[in-house]
């Protein structure tokens, strides 16, 4: 059992690199992957032999990368490349958290100024160092009845994470942000995995609005994607079959993973997602094969 989809507390996770590790030793897992979002700190952490042996497993390289298509924010996985080349070219080419947090907030306050959005400045209080302000823009518009015409859909009030990809990301929706200027292009992000040695592959496809699922063909059509993420926790059956015959048909690779981020992502717990994903080794043999880990 695999799971190449985890976050940790060096991006937006709740668990260390050392209790992500203990996490999937307790699940059996076999070969997972630490994909913070733009990040490769956690890894620091694995040279550390007691943190290492924490893990019986293979561990494969892996970061996920925000970029863009058509304005919608989207993200990428990279895995099985250089550590120290792609630590470089994210220096290079990719904002710090907290840069990015206080890029994106001064976005958002200025979109919903312009658009109507009801709110009080001072009541969205947010740490840049380690959260993200869309959590605190979204408890204090919802308080605001008048806001209620703004969602494109009700049950985006919910969650940061329902906020996040139905309106913000989102741009059919009037809440919608553009934040393309906060991220490296698509072909750029795919260009530094490549040179770093490793493959790229678009993640979960459907997690996004419509827009990318419709436009799929069109995406492996003009960008040089290694291959795409088919098992992933919120997948049906359907949409898993249905990217797991696209990758035979054009030669693709796949990938999967829980998208496991501690206590804050509910049901997406690492290795089982909402209790029966277990993910099988065979899904990247074609392109990963056993070797001693690369910590």
């Not at 897992?29 to 990040?39: E, K, P």
């Not at 490296?184 to 992000?189: I, Q, R, S, W």
Request: include cysteine; aromatic fraction near 12%.
């Amino acid at each position: 059992m695999i799971d190449l989809h985890t976050h940790t507390t060096y991006s937006d996770g709740s668990f260390t690199p050392e209790e992500v590790l203990e996490e999937a030793e307790k699940k059996e897992v076999t070969i997972l992957s630490i994909t913070d979002h733009n990040t490769m700190d956690a890894y620091k952490e694995l040279t550390n032999k007691k943190v290492r042996n924490k893990f019986r497993g293979i561990i494969i390289s892996g970061v996920e990368i925000t970029t863009t298509y058509k304005g919608e924010t989207i993200e990428v996985l990279g895995y099985d490349f250089d550590l120290e080349k792609m630590k470089e070219f994210l220096k290079q080419n990719v904002l710090t958290f907290e840069q990015k947090q206080r890029k994106e907030y001064d976005l958002i306050k200025e979109r919903y100024q312009k658009i109507g959005i009801i709110f009080k400045e001072e009541n969205i209080n947010y740490n840049p160092k380690i959260e993200s302000s869309r959590g605190a823009f979204l408890e204090e518009i919802k308080k605001y009845k008048e806001n209620d015409s703004f969602f494109l859909n009700s049950t985006s009030k919910e969650s940061v994470n329902r906020f996040t990809r139905e309106e913000i990301y989102n741009p059919n929706s009037p809440l919608y942000v553009d934040e393309s200027s906060l991220f490296p292009p698509l072909e750029k992000v795919i260009e530094m995995i490549h040179q770093a040695g490793g493959k790229s592959f678009l993640a979960h496809t459907y997690a996004y609005s419509k827009n990318i699922p419709n436009q799929l063909l069109n995406i492996l059509d003009k960008y040089s994607f290694d291959g795409l993420e088919c098992f992933y926790t919120t997948f049906t059956e359907e949409q898993t079959n249905y990217l797991v015959n696209l990758c035979k048909e054009r030669g693709l690779y796949m990938s999967g993973g829980s998208d496991f981020h501690g206590t804050r992502k509910e049901n997406h717990n690492l290795a089982t997602g909402k209790g029966n994903l277990e993910i099988k080794e065979e899904i990247i043999t074609p392109w990963f094969h056993k070797k001693e880990g690369i910590i």
